[in-house]
């Protein structure tokens, strides 16, 4: 079978390969500390998962609007005020299974082969993917370790052509855990304003942030009707397996991305976007809990990857992975994850695997216990003192 000659410009997210991989080796007896796969380790709040279950003993298991359910969509726009100081109509508001199709159709209904995306690198694998895909030249701004992660606006402002049709923005950030200060999207805005550039701005992580506040590039002045705001229900509520995202667009393009749904899944299951609607409107205290939680766990794998010889590691002010620089092992950091996983039974994944500016990191996500988290230092350690020998 010959297949079409643009899947083979469509990558994969790696993380659930090497969770393959793991689980292969646990099926052979071995014990693998998992540090690979970034989800919440913590159940769906009990007031969601009952609604979930009312709307489905009501009824609510059949089509509906594409878009998604007007109650919901209500709600979005009121939580987006509510966050962001700034008022928006329910209609630009698109309900999706997962967050990943807002990627894919934003993607799809705005590249075509000659035009260009700009994205942070290291980054989150399916962005590239999908400008790939559209035929679009992929164009990356290598993030600096040495600015915590953020990229130097000169480089970006060096990268914008007449091509330049987006900018794919982060934060907080997967894999790095870093978080853009507000001068930083102010100049990108400017960017944006100057050049006539939709911005993309992925804050689905946007609760789960240490220090600082959550600043959205939406709520900056004139950036509504030009930013395609991604977020979703995952992580803030735990709810990866239930698939619920969402977006805020700008009214031009609502249309079309409806129209791709249309195309493609029809709409996102009602009962789940019911169970939505208590996430936002029922009570929050499951939130800080849970990032009470995770910011110990950032503590306790920060400091304990700084006290291994040839492993440095910044702090992450948001989301729940970090990014430590292993250059110094002398070890590419492709066969450490690979050394890690098979001969001391820790799964991480490769810097690669995040864009060609994670080469000499690894990423660890550390949504995992605390007693996880120890023994995985523990095996890391042994395993660097072994190739240290």
Request: overall charge negative; some cysteine.
């Amino acid at each position: 079978m010959k297949l079409s000659e643009k899947m083979a410009r469509l990558g994969i997210e790696t993380a659930f390969q090497v969770l393959a991989k793991a689980q292969a080796l646990e099926a052979k007896g071995m014990d693998v500390v998992h540090f690979e796969i970034g989800e919440p380790d913590f159940d769906t709040p009990k007031n969601i998962r009952d609604a979930a279950t009312e709307a489905l003993n009501k009824g609510y298991t059949h089509y509906c609007n594409s878009q998604g359910i007007v109650p919901l969509r209500v709600e979005i726009a009121k939580e987006f005020e509510r966050t962001r100081g700034v008022p928006v109509d329910p209609e630009r508001v698109i309900v999706t299974p997962g967050a990943k199709p807002i990627m894919f159709y934003s993607i799809l209904a705005l590249l075509d082969k000659e035009d260009e995306a700009i994205y942070p690198d290291p980054l989150f694998p399916i962005y590239e993917s999908m400008i790939n895909f559209t035929g679009a030249k992929a164009v990356p701004v290598p993030l600096r370790e040495e600015l915590d992660f953020r990229f130097d606006i000169d480089e970006l402002r060096a990268k914008v052509t007449p091509r330049t049709k987006l900018i794919i923005l982060n934060s907080p950030h997967n894999p790095t855990g870093g978080v853009l200060e507000e001068d930083d999207l102010r100049s990108v805005a400017e960017i944006a304003q100057k050049h006539d550039i939709i911005v993309f701005s992925d804050e689905v992580y946007e609760h789960i942030i240490y220090e600082g506040k959550h600043c959205s590039f939406a709520s900056l002045p004139g950036m509504l009707d030009r930013t395609i705001l991604l977020n979703g229900f995952s992580k803030t509520y735990a709810m990866t397996g239930w698939r619920l995202g969402y977006a805020i667009m700008p009214p031009e393009l609502v249309e079309p991305v409806v129209r791709l749904i249309s195309n493609s899944v029809s709409c996102t299951a009602p009962f789940i976007q019911y169970a939505g609607i208590e996430a936002l409107t029922g009570p929050q205290d499951s939130v800080p809990k849970m990032v009470s939680e995770f910011k110990k766990r950032r503590d306790l794998i920060v400091d304990g990857l700084n006290q291994i010889p040839g492993i440095s590691c910044f702090r992450p002010k948001g989301a729940f992975y970090v990014f430590p620089n292993v250059k110094q092992l002398g070890v590419d950091c492709n066969q450490f994850a690979d050394y890690l996983l098979n001969e001391a039974g820790v799964a991480t994944l490769s810097g690669t695997h995040f864009g060609k500016y994670g080469g000499g990191y690894l990423r660890l996500s550390y949504a995992t216990s605390l007693e996880n988290i120890k023994k995985g230092l523990e095996r890391i350690n042994s395993a660097v003192a072994k190739i240290a020998a």
